[in-house]
C-alpha cells in the first residue's frame, strides 16, 4: 500500500479503472465539480490511495478497491446459506470457492427457499444491508395455494399480526392464477426469519414455492440457478445509496 502521496495514482486514472468512463471523461468529471473525495471536491491532480478513498461522482459512490467483491448469486433450493455446514450438507460456499477473495451472504434463504443472494467482503456495507433501520426492500415471487380473494393487498399492507409482533407487506400484487394455485409477488423491508412464508400462511395461502427476486436496486434477473456474477458498478452505487444514513 502506498505511503507517500507522490507514489498514490491520479484521481482520474482510479476513476477510469473503476469504470467511470475513459481517463478524459474523468478529468472532464474533476473539472465541472462532479466527483468528491472523502467529504471535499476533488480537483485536477488530485492522487489518491484506491483502497482508502470514498469516492463519489454525481452523489454515487464509486469503488475503487480492487480487492472488494460484489456478487449476486441465484441459491438454489436445498442449499443452506451459510459458508459452511457442519452437516455436511450443499453450502454457498461449494458454488463461489474458485474465488481468489473470500466472501459472505448478506443475509439468508431458507433451505427451502430460492433466488437471490448478495455476497460480499465489504463488511461495513454488509452490516449496514442486513440492519433492519434501513429498511432496504426486498421482492420475493411466491407459488401459493388457494384463490386470491380481493382485498388481501390492502391486508397485508396494513399488517398481520403474527406471534413476533406485527409485519407489513411494502406492496402486493397477483401475477397469474390457476383453478387451485396463485403466483404473487410480496415486497417487504423485514428480514425476521421465514416471515413471508409466515405472513402468507397467516392469511390463508400456504406458500408451496419461494423466490426471491429483488434486493433493493439489485434484481435476479435471468441468472441461472446456482450462478453468481459481479454487480455492476450502479448496482453497487445503488446499494450504497439504499444504505445512506
Known sequence: MP?????????????????????????????AGRVNVNG????????????????????????????????????PRGVVSTMSDEKGRQSVADFVERL????????RLDADSEGLLLLTNDGDLANRL???SYGVSKTYLAEVSGTIPRGLRKRLVQG???EDGPAHADDFRVVDTTP???????????????????????????????????IGPVKLGDL??????RLTASEIAGLFRAVES
Not at 14 to 30: F, H, K, N, P, Y
Not at 44 to 58: F, N, R
Not at 100 to 106: M, T
Not at 224 to 229: F, S, T
Open 3 to 31: 505511503t507517500d502521496n507522490t507514489d498514490l495514482p491520479r484521481l482520474q486514472k482510479v476513476l477510469a479503472g473503476a469504470g467511470v468512463g475513459s481517463r478524459r471523461v474523468c478529468e472532464d468529471l474533476i473539472a
Open 40 to 75: 471535499k471536491r476533488a480537483q485536477l491532480g488530485d492522487k489518491v490511495d484506491p483502497e482508502t478513498a470514498e469516492i463519489y461522482v454525481d452523489g454515487d459512490r464509486v469503488v475503487t478497491d480492487a480487492n472488494l467483491v460484489y456478487l449476486a448469486f441465484n441459491k
Open 100 to 107: 481468489p477473495q473470500r466472501v459472505y451472504h448478506v443475509g
Open 130 to 132: 442486513m440492519h433492519p
Open 160 to 162: 398481520v399480526e403474527l
Open 180 to 214: 387451485r394455485t396463485a403466483l404473487v409477488e410480496i415486497v417487504l423491508h423485514e428480514g425476521r426469519k421465514h416471515i413471508v412464508r409466515r405472513m402468507l400462511d397467516e392469511v390463508g395461502h400456504p406458500v408451496s414455492r419461494l423466490v426471491r427476486t429483488a
Open 224 to 229: 441461472r440457478v446456482g450462478r453468481w456474477r
